[in-house]
């Protein structure tokens, strides 16, 4: 496991724990925060396409501004809108960000039919036997490998998929959303209208959504990374700046300038290594 102390605009307010090794699920990572602020610390999340549980063993919880939704414990995040923070003084909380195509199979529901919804409602009592003997973990490397072991049982009970639909999210990704969905339709030999329905319930977005979120989530790095708005939006298949601003502003719900800024993304490259960009595709089936 590596302990990676907090850097940039969230300097100070966690310690980031990160597995040794890959998890053994493709397509899930994890990462663990942990720390305690004078003050509640209110962070802004920021969307981006993979979906997230958090199951959190201090005072951290989420908040959702559209409905003044709040919760704690153990949550499914699915592909958060701007509107919602994340608050708490006592930070300690793990982490799993899953494809949506495991995603799907592990929790048994996708992104739209559950956009933040409590773990017990999608597992039941495992969920809060999972939570706590993640509490009781007297390690990080502990919780990591509880955590893992939860979702790889729950993988080979799960329903896939569909072969075509991960295989168009496979290729959305690694396109960093800049392919059509004409040409994802001709790839896997179905029609346009039977891949933006079948996509739709698996994965929790249209095609053309979620495209627009991976190209959404590779020019937010960028920004963060420093690089010039209209340079970003010229990289990352944006029409010109002002298209970026449109999306940035619709998807984020604030500036590309608050977007660069956003503590949020500042811990990505120590939490999230391999995740600094679009996360890993699905390859569907557990390493050894």
């Known amino acids: ?100 195509a495991i995603a799907y199979r592990v929790l048994g529901t996708c992104a739209e039919a559950a956009a933040m919804t409590p773990l017990e409602e999608l597992w039941g009592s495992d969920a809060e036997r999972l939570r706590e003997r993640l509490q009781a973990a007297g390690s990080w490397d502990e919780r990591f490998a509880i955590a893992e072991t939860a979702l790889v049982q729950h993988y080979e009970t799960g329903r896939a998929v569909d072969p075509e639909v991960a295989f168009a999210w496979r290729r959305m990704v690694h396109s960093r959303g800049r392919i059509r969905v004409e040409r994802l339709a001709a790839e896997v030999g179905w029609s346009r209208k039977r891949l933006w329905s079948r996509f739709g319930s698996q994965i929790g977005l249209g095609p053309k959504r979620a495209a627009q979120l991976v190209r959404f989530d590779r020019a937010a790095h960028r920004l963060a990374a420093g690089h010039n708005a209209a340079l970003v939006a010229a990289d990352t298949g944006y029409a010109d700046q002002s298209h970026l601003s449109r999306d940035v502003v619709a998807i984020a719900g604030i500036t590309p300038a608050a977007l660069a800024a956003a503590p949020w993304l500042a811990v990505d490259g120590d939490a999230w290594a391999g995740q600094a960009g679009p996360p890993p595709a699905d390859r569907g089936r557990p390493r050894p």
């Open 1 to 100: 496991m590596g302990n990676i102390e907090s850097t940039g605009a969230a300097a100070g307010l966690w310690d980031i724990a990160v597995p040794a090794r890959p998890a053994r699920l493709m397509g899930v990572e994890m990462a663990g925060f942990r720390g305690r602020t004078a003050d509640p610390v209110d962070i802004k999340v920021i969307p981006h396409p993979a979906l997230t549980v958090f199951i959190d063993f201090g005072d951290g919880r989420l908040v959702d501004d559209t409905n003044d939704r709040h919760l704690r414990g153990g949550i499914f995040a699915g592909f958060l809108p701007g509107s919602v923070r994340g608050l708490g003084a006592e930070i300690d909380c793990l982490q799993i960000r899953l494809s949506p």
